[in-house]
């Protein structure tokens, strides 16, 4: 008897195959124009082949060509798809993180303080529903920087989930535990790193590993605004090439990568796992 872990392979494969099968004959051949044609024909491109989009079997030979040789640089718009993840991971992972500094102590005074929960909340409440695209302009205006402009709307989009996820999992720490935090004379700072903390920990990174999946999101979008490098960049890019080969490629990169982080958020979750 196979395992369930087995069977949910084979599952998953059989499944791969079909779609692939599936999308593989249900794209119809290129008709290619034979015979001579006009000036005007010529003109208008009748003699080439029509954009549409391409079977699985082009597609695999578009990742092998970009795989083989990730990390070329031809130039400002001709980059290895390594490169262009990479400048994207970096503004990812730097907004990430300045979002984290801030996110997790508010967090824990906002979750050990009930005047700072109800001081704050009323601005976190208003300012978190705001699609972080729609600071893109204010920042491009204030920053006068494209770079740092992705960076910012990247931070904004990461706070909130770190920032209530904290909050909530600080708030939720038994009170008996504090109580006893107390009773031996612990400080506040000792009490939240020895008592709150470990208690919190698995609320605080399922925070994080929202909040990853919502940077690795936002910033294909930032990069179609702001140009230059970049997953999202490349993918607008070959949309106006009319590579419609690249654009599911890079599609499917970005799958993968964002599948990456979250597993890696994910092996921190697991690692951070509090039992009583």
Not at 63 to 68: I, R, V
Not at 166 to 188: C, K, M, P, Y
Request: charged residues 10%; proline residues 5%; hydrophobic residues 55%.
């Amino acid at each position: 008897m196979l395992s369930e872990n087995k069977r949910a392979a084979i599952w998953s494969v059989t499944l791969l195959l079909v779609s692939l099968f599936v999308w593989e004959i249900s794209i119809p051949a290129q008709q290619i124009t034979t015979g001579e044609l006009t000036e005007y024909e010529l003109l208008i491109g009748a003699g080439t082949p029509k954009a549409g989009v391409p079977p699985p079997s082009q597609v695999l030979v578009k990742a092998w060509e970009e795989l083989s040789n990730p990390f070329y640089d031809a130039g400002p718009n001709d980059k290895g798809i390594g490169i262009q993840i990479g400048y994207s991971i970096y503004r990812v992972l730097t907004g990430y993180f300045m979002a984290a500094l801030i996110a997790i102590p508010l967090g824990f005074l906002i979750g050990m303080s009930t005047v700072a929960y109800k001081a704050l909340n009323p601005f976190i409440q208003v300012l978190r529903p705001i699609s972080p695209l729609a600071w893109m302009p204010l920042a491009l205006f204030v920053i006068q920087d494209s770079e740092a402009s992705a960076i910012f709307v990247i931070f904004i989009c990461s706070i909130w989930p770190m920032l209530i996820n904290t909050a909530f999992g600080v708030a939720g720490v038994r009170e008996d535990w504090v109580n006893v935090a107390r009773t031996h004379e612990l400080s506040a700072f000792k009490t939240a790193f020895t008592v709150i903390l470990p208690a919190a920990a698995p609320t605080i990174v399922t925070g994080m590993r929202i909040s990853i999946g919502i940077a690795w999101l936002v910033i294909v979008a930032a990069e179609m605004l702001v140009g230059g490098t970049g997953i999202g960049y490349y993918v607008w890019n070959e949309w106006n090439n009319l590579d419609l080969t690249s654009v599911i490629f890079s599609i499917l990169m970005i799958g993968v990568v964002g599948m990456l982080l979250d597993s890696a958020l994910g092996l921190l979750q697991r690692r951070v796992a509090y039992t009583e």
